[in-house]
């Protein structure tokens, strides 16, 4: 499958903060990529950098097979952007707001017409079309935000942080937009709220440090096999005693529960038989605990 | 070109719906009617209001006096005014980012720039032109047989000073992204020509000469030719702003 989208050993230096370090990775056609990173992490710098609004102090920026340079806006029409707190032009209405899009991005005005009508009402706006931005709510303008960023219906959606200002019912509007609109173009969807990235990507990349820590499909993270057990005890005595023999390396939860790590499963699922069996003791509840994209990040941000 | 006449176009709603356009229009037309009806009529107001039994000589008014309260008021509240109201055009959008999604879509840093002065070109031509003909207008029907010598020029030469003006606005604003950048950058300019003015032989060069000198063009006191320095020297200085504004903006990180 072709990529959307690759970043070739990316450096961004800050006066003397080295944000990005050699960044690597690549989106697949028709794909959600779930960016994840800490505050601060470099996910905003690692779009303004694909979009070309910064320059770029080493690496290879390449959008459906064209070379970004910083100022250049040419690779950028494949390219619908949408900021955390998109900011818009309070005076206009969102209607007006995608014709003046669409006249930069040189689309007639019949298709400018179609179009509008077509995303406003994807985004649930077509009510609203009439009225001032300065009258919409966050929410409203995230979604305006969505409207404008696919009008030129691009290869690639840039979306940067869209659900982290909103409100439940707003987050769950814009997940479903992302997840409706998946078809037709490929979405880099940068986040630091897991359970998003969990809901709608295919894959995810997490940076941290400067550097991708990890990168993969969302399946592959079912996939990959487990390494700890969670334990629960009877009562904490059961559990302090077990502490006081066991030869395993254990994390505590509760005073009832623990957890054990161990490279592999089916070695320590035998040798932790015979060392219950050897203290007599019985459990509550024994289970393999299954890799989730929340202790993958854990692990890395650790 | 489609996509400088729509970022025209929306600068223009702005002007309109932020009510900018509106107070300038309202100002200028005010000052329009001030300058003819306070030469015409204010020595008989002062007379009017003098005690019974004084009497003092007062000199018939002359077209000349209103063309002098001219440019004085545009100089000074109509040049203040529009400072103030287009100090704004681009430290605004920077602070808000509002250009950035419009970047995105490929319109161009330089295109932004021309249409910003442009627009406010064709707005302080506008309201300066509204100015001058109600001015004119109410000049012809109190005095309409007095000729006044080298007006146009006169004119002109405001006209091409609040361009200049309007150009070291945008490049301030491009340079410090606030709008008391745009103003210290026009104000520290005007400084300066206030400063050349104290040495005799750039005296006569200094631009801000075509706002503080023109009224003596058409009292005869001055020889158009005393304003082709002044006035190649503006053109050369709305050149370089504008081109520096544009190399700035094209390297600046959004």
Redesign the interface.
């Known amino acids: 499958m072709m990529n959307v989208l690759e970043l070739h050993q990316v450096r961004k230096t800050f006066g003397s903060h080295d944000v990005l370090k050699g960044v690597d990775f690549c989106v697949p056609a028709h794909s959600i990529l779930g960016f994840i990173g800490q505050n601060g992490a470099g996910k905003t710098t690692t779009m303004?950098l694909i979009?070309g609004?910064?320059?770029k102090d080493a690496g290879e920026i390449q959008v459906c097979q064209e070379t970004v340079s910083f100022?250049n806006?040419?690779a950028?029409?494949h390219?619908?952007?949408l900021?955390d707190v998109?900011?818009?032009?309070d005076?206009?209405t969102p209607y007006?707001y995608l014709?003046?899009?669409a006249?930069?991005?040189?689309m007639s005005s019949a298709d400018c017409k179609r179009k509008s009508e077509e995303l406003l009402t994807l985004t649930g706006l077509w009510q609203s079309r009439k009225k001032?931005i300065a009258t919409f709510s966050r929410g409203m303008k995230q979604r305006l935000?969505i409207a404008?960023?696919l009008?030129?219906e691009p290869d690639l959606l840039i979306a940067d942080e869209p659900t982290s200002a909103l409100d439940p019912i707003g987050r769950k509007d814009i997940l479903s937009i992302l997840t409706q609109i998946k078809d037709h173009t490929t979405i880099i969807f940068s986040t630091h709220i897991l359970s998003d990235v969990e809901r709608v990507c295919d894959s995810y990349a997490i940076l941290h440090d400067g550097i991708i820590q990890r990168h993969g499909s969302m399946q592959s993270i079912k996939e990959k096999a487990s390494n700890r057990m969670q334990l629960e005890f009877m009562n904490p005595e059961s559990m302090q005693h077990f502490l006081s023999k066991t030869q395993f390396s254990t994390k505590i939860c509760t005073d009832t529960e623990l957890q054990i790590t161990h490279d592999n499963m089916s070695q320590l699922q035998s040798k932790l038989h015979q060392e219950l069996l050897q203290q007599k003791l019985s459990l509550r509840r024994m289970e393999i605990v299954e890799p989730t994209l929340e202790s993958l990040y854990m692990e890395v941000v650790k | 070109m489609n996509a400088y006449l729509a970022f025209l176009k929306k600068e223009f709603y702005d002007y309109l719906r932020s009510y900018k356009l509106f107070v300038l229009m309202m100002v200028f037309l005010a000052l329009g009617f001030l300058n003819p009806i306070s030469a015409r009529y204010l020595p008989e107001v002062a007379a009017s209001l003098l005690p019974d039994g004084i009497q003092i000589q007062l000199p018939q008014p002359e077209v000349m006096d209103s063309w002098a309260q001219f440019y004085k008021n545009i100089s000074q509240i109509g040049i203040i005014i529009l400072l103030i109201v287009f100090s704004t055009m681009i430290s605004n959008e920077l602070q808000k980012g509002t250009l950035i999604h419009l970047l995105t879509k490929g319109l161009s840093r330089t295109t932004i720039l021309l249409a910003k002065y442009s627009s406010a070109l064709l707005v302080w031509t506008c309201c300066y032109g509204i100015s001058f003909l109600v001015t004119y207008l109410y000049n012809f029907m109190f005095w309409p047989l007095t000729n006044v010598p080298h007006l146009l020029l006169g004119i002109f030469c405001i006209w091409l000073f609040g361009c200049l003006l309007l150009a070291l606005l945008l490049l301030g604003g491009v340079l410090t992204k606030t709008s008391i950048g745009s103003l210290l950058c026009t104000g520290g300019f005007f400084l300066i020509c206030m400063g050349m003015s104290l040495f005799p032989p750039l005296q006569e060069i200094q631009p801000a000469i075509l706002i503080t000198n023109s009224i003596s063009l058409l009292q005869g006191q001055s020889l158009p030719a005393d304003y082709l320095v002044p006035i190649l020297l503006a053109l050369l200085l709305i050149g370089i702003s504008l081109s520096s504004a544009v190399v700035i903006f094209r390297h600046q990180q959004l």
């Not at chain 1, 998109?86 to 032009?89: D, K, L, N, Q, V």
Request: charged share 15%; hydrophobic share 30%.
């Open positions: 303004k979009l609004l910064l320059p100022g806006t040419k950028n029409r390219i619908g952007y900021s998109p900011a818009f032009y005076y206009l007006e014709q003046l899009c006249s930069i991005t040189h001032r935000g404008q960023a009008l030129n």
